[in-house]
């Protein structure tokens, strides 16, 4: 099996709040619209380097039930993946 390089990896946020405030410009710029526009934008930057950093967690994993629903559900599909593309998949039905 090659080794494939994982991208795009889902996360949540540990704090939401904190990852919306973050998510649009102007709601964060509002606060430190006083500030000299340099020190706003190094702030700014900080946040979002802290919030992408420190603020995500991994999903929770997926319940064996459901996981189960799903294999069964698809099974059909997966086989004729793994016909199609000449690769064995059956770890995929496990």
Do not use: C
Not at 2 to 17: C, D, G, H, K, L
Not at 86 to 94: C, F
Request: aromatic share 8%; hydrophobic share 35%.
């Amino acid at each position: 099996m090659p080794a494939i390089e994982r991208t795009n990896v889902s996360e949540y946020q540990r704090i939401r709040a904190l990852h919306r405030w973050l998510t649009p410009t102007t709601r964060m710029e509002r606060p430190l619209r006083y500030m000299p526009e340099g020190t706003r934008r190094r702030i700014i930057s900080l946040l979002r380097t802290l919030n992408f950093k420190y603020n995500r967690i991994p999903p929770p994993p997926l319940d064996p039930k459901i996981r189960h629903e799903l294999t069964a559900g698809y099974r059909n599909d997966i086989l004729m993946l793994q016909d199609l593309i000449g690769r064995d998949l059956s770890h995929w039905l496990q």
